[in-house]
Each structure stands twice: as structure tokens, then as C-alpha cells.
């Protein structure tokens, strides 16, 4: 991978743990929920905007809270390229509020804490691919997932801030199918 490359994905990585929200094993035996929004890219300090991008996050909560399996999508990185979809694992510890994270692929482990019976804020603790680290806090408000994360990397760190509405399964679907290049253009 070059260099130039590397804070890309780094930054990728980081948009999309945007989820990590509210296991069922208090409130329930599991479900599945849809969100649609924005991933907006800072700079340390917040001051400075980089960009942002469409993002929309699956995310199912099985065996009774003790797993949420998370995918997170957003367009490809120029147009005529595929989406980039990434699948996030967190797997509860012991009969704690604490859930170990592994991504498909393996660029991303640590830890993802919630506080509270009610599960609706959680902080991150997260290696990237052993070269860089994110760490930040999130929260369910209305129906919104809100996240900030300080992503701490070599070349460019940044400030990661998601906010995304839950959704209809239909509107997750169609904003998925959106962010797909045009026939004969990939």
C-alpha cells in the first residue's frame, strides 16, 4: 500500500465504527437497525472541515446481546468505483459492558465500552492495523447515532464525527443502491 494511500484507510476505518450502539441483552433479544447520514473528516482541533462523505450502517444484535455484527458502506473513493463496505464484529466480554472489536480483513481490534444499563453511550479504544489509534465516544439521541472520534495517525490525524438517523430497512437499501457507480462507468 503507498503512503499516500495509508491515511485514506486509516480514515475509512474510522468512519466507519460509527455504529457500536445499543445491544439488545438489557433491552431485548437482538434486532436489526438501519441508519443513513454524514461522516464529516476535521482537524485536530475540529476547526478545520476535510470533507465528508454519505455513510449508511447496518447494524444486527444476535445471540441475545452478546454479539453486534456492523456494516458500515460509503461510495467508492472516486467515481466509477464500488462502494466500500466494511464489516465490523464486536463481541461482548464476559458479562461486562465491554466488547472486543475485530473487522474482516483484521485492520482494526480493541475495545468499544458502553456505560450504563441503558447502552446508549459508549467510548472506543481501537488499534488500526498497529499503526495508528482512534479514540472517542458515542451516543443514541432520538433516534440519531452521534459519534466524535480522534483518529491518531501517522501523515494526517484527524477528528471523525458521524451523524447518522435511524431508517427504514427500504431507505438503507436504496442509499446502499445509490452509492453504486452507474452502469459502464466502473
Known sequence: MTGS???LLLACAAAFLSGCA??????G???????????????????????????????EIV????MIIETFTQPGVSPGMPPEERVTTLTRIGRSLSYSVSEYGG?????????????DKWRYDLTIEG??????????????LLTEKKLEQPGRPMLV????????RKHYHLQVEGMKPLPGTE
Not at 445499543?22 to 433491552?27: C, M, Q, R, S, T
Open 5 to 7: 494511500a495509508r491515511p
Open 22 to 27: 445499543a445491544p439488545a441483552f438489557i433491552k
Open 29 to 59: 433479544a437482538g434486532g436489526l437497525e438501519y441508519y443513513h447520514g454524514r461522516t464529516r473528516f476535521f482537524s485536530p482541533d475540529g476547526r478545520l472541515p476535510y470533507g465528508g462523505s454519505d455513510s449508511a450502517l447496518k447494524r
Open 63 to 66: 445471540e441475545g446481546g452478546g
Open 107 to 119: 485492520a482494526v481490534s480493541g475495545t468499544v465500552t458502553f456505560s450504563g444499563r441503558g447502552l
Open 131 to 144: 499503526e495508528g489509534y482512534l479514540t472517542g465516544y458515542g451516543e443514541i439521541k432520538d433516534d440519531e
Open 161 to 168: 464525527r458521524d451523524e447518522l438517523k435511524k431508517v427504514s
